[in-house]
């Protein structure tokens, strides 16, 4: 028989919001992070100007793709427990470097790696393993300043599962976001937001608030709240899922790789299951 229970909207879990999917559990983030830092260092593959120069892979990928400035870096420095900058050091002098999509792989065993096939060919490989593409960031200008080769690549490359796309929490969506986002949509690519720099709007109550560096923070006190966070989250969600046509996936991350609370990294553990679903190797 009908009842007058009343079914509450998908409240957000921690610092994300999920309403078509179900939170991680325990063991989902303790899957991610041993496979992240515990099982195999994150190798630098290669770095590509252009589309056509992607070696041939077996292995999954995933991208991250955000505007200049948004914590990209940081965010990937924090997934692979690794400073990406000292994995680039030896390209670091690449000219244009800035401006290439630089791959990198994790993976058990001997890793992800690229190896010279019979043809000639490059070709990644890498048994339960996956393959990281950092975009470049992109700024005031339009889609185009950061490149054709790159909307070729997320249009076009076979081997790509999801693109995450970084907004900053304290600035929301600009219009270079919307352009993107549109273009994902119209495209069918499979995407995600994750909300960056989350402890500039949004940092929860814990016996122990520090730096990523260890170092203790001068105002060791929660910032904002639950319900304004998830009000910010609703306006984005108006806008990555439109009433028509098709959108990002129903969840939206928020973290912050400058912060630990309770000596973890603030939301980055759902960041690794995200990442591993997508790559279907959760």
């Known amino acids: 028989p009908p009842t007058h229970t009343k079914i509450k909207p998908a409240a957000l ?12 559990t325990i063991a989902h983030k303790t899957q991610a992070t041993h496979f992240f830092v515990g099982r195999a260092a994150p190798k630098f593959l290669r770095s590509v100007a252009q589309f056509r120069m992607f070696p041939d892979s077996d292995v999954p990928e995933v991208a ?5 400035n948004v914590g990209k870096s940081s965010l990937l420095n924090a997934i692979v427990n690794a400073d990406t900058k000292a994995l680039l050091a030896k390209t670091s002098s690449t000219p ?12 058990p065993g001997n890793g992800v790696n690229i190896v010279k096939q019979p043809s000639g060919h490059d070709k990644i490989i890498g048994t339960g393993g996956l393959t990281i593409v950092d975009m470049p960031g992109y700024g005031e200008g339009s889609l185009s300043e950061w490149g054709l080769e790159i909307m070729k690549y997320v249009q076009e490359r076979k081997q790509l599962r999801r693109v995450f796309i970084l907004l900053d929490a304290e600035h929301g969506i600009k219009d270079k976001d919307r352009s993107l986002l549109a273009s994902l949509r119209l495209g069918g690519i499979p995407h995600q937001i994750i909300l960056s720099k989350l ?10 608030i520090k730096r990523a560096d260890g ?3 001068s105002k060791q006190k929660p910032r904002g709240s639950l319900e304004a966070l998830q009000a ?11 009433p028509v046509g098709g959108g ?19 939301g980055i553990d759902a960041v690794r299951v995200a990442v591993l679903q997508a790559a279907g190797l959760e």
């Open 96 to 107: 244009g470097f800035t401006k290439t999509m630089n791959l990198y792989g994790v993976g």
């Open 13 to 24: 879990e921690d610092c994300n919001w999920y309403w078509e999917t179900l939170p991680p």
């Open 199 to 208: 402890d500039k709007i949004y940092i929860p109550k814990a016996d122990s």
């Open 215 to 217: 170092k203790k923070l």
């Open 248 to 266: 990002a996936i129903g969840e939206i991350l928020g973290c912050s790789s400058e912060v630990t609370v309770g000596n973890k990294r603030l």
């Open 232 to 242: 910010v989250m609703k306006e984005i969600r108006s806008v990555i899922q439109p």
């Open 64 to 68: 991250f793709v955000g505007r200049s």
